[in-house]
């Protein structure tokens, strides 16, 4: 009885592992090729594959094993270092700017001469 309360817990604590993986996943994958390289970081389809894998392998093995704990390190390492050099970069994903809209000049927005 009590390993199946503790197999219960590990599996909840293995959710938000897949879930903090899925999306630093999805974030490595709509952000810019350039913006890698532009923040000094490994490129994208490097970070694609390592978050990939540490996907797969939550998904495939336990938490108590190593390998999702390894996982979890490199999602953390995209999350704390590269990401905030991605975005600082300029690397937002879709093609959307951050502040400002496409009428905004150097000074502010343009208005026409209103």
Known sequence: MLMAGFDGLVAMLSIPLIVFACFALVDAFIRREDAFRA???QT???WLIILGIS????LIFPLLSFLPIIGLIAVIVYFVDV???IRQAGGGGGGRSRGGSSSDGPYGPYNGGR
């Open 83 to 85: 990401r905030p050099a």
């Open 55 to 58: 996907l797969v392998v939550s």
């Open 44 to 46: 994208k389809p490097f």
């Open 39 to 41: 923040a000094d970081k």
